[in-house]
């Protein structure tokens, strides 16, 4: 199949839409911050707007009701700071909207488990994790939210 450019890619190039999609892609993506911010409407005009950004490198995605609602319900809570951290699938379904059918990005009202990478001994993480602990003993379950602690590395962790 031939390459080609979806006219929505040239009029907000910034932000994640559905005409990023391929036909059927879903894609898995946890979330990194969430911010308002201000853009440039396709009207020209400004508004300001609830922003999600990803740590995978996808473009930052505006929020709308819908989807704020939905990672509301998958997260267990309303509050974007305990957003952090979630995962979630993003897909393109068709919606009724002003009147016409068209295609709109949705969170996917499943939840998604993303492995959590191990922390190892010797690295950069571990001494950064190491340092936070010996700051903070709270920052234990702050790390362990985060990576996948195994006995020996908690031990060397706390002592």
């Keep these: 199949m031939e390459n080609k450019t979806h006219w929505k ?4 190039p910034d932000y994640l839409g559905s005409y990023d999609f391929a036909t059927g892609e ?3 993506v946890t979330i990194k911050d969430v911010k308002r911010q201000m853009v440039n409407g396709a ?3 400004k508004e300001e707007c609830t922003i999600v950004f990803f740590q995978e490198n996808y473009k930052p995605m505006i929020m709308n009701a819908t989807n704020s609602k939905m990672i509301t319900k998958l997260s267990d809570t ?3 700071e305990d957003w952090i951290g979630k995962s979630f699938k993003l897909v393109v379904v068709k919606i009724k909207a002003f009147g016409e059918f068209v295609e709109a990005l ?3 009202s499943e ?16 001494e950064n994790c ?10 234990l379950d702050k790390i362990k939210l985060k990576y996948d602690v195994s006995a020996e590395v908690e031990k060397q962790l706390i002592d």
């Design 130 to 139: 190491r340092a936070a602990y010996l700051k903070d003993k709270s920052q």
């Design 111 to 126: 939840n998604v488990i993303k492995a959590k990478p191990a922390l190892q001994l010797n690295t950069a993480n571990f």
């Design 26 to 28: 879903e894609r898995i």
């Design 43 to 45: 009207d020209g005009k």
């Design 78 to 80: 309303p509050y974007i």
């Design 106 to 108: 949705r969170v996917k």
């Design 9 to 12: 890619k040239l009029t907000n």
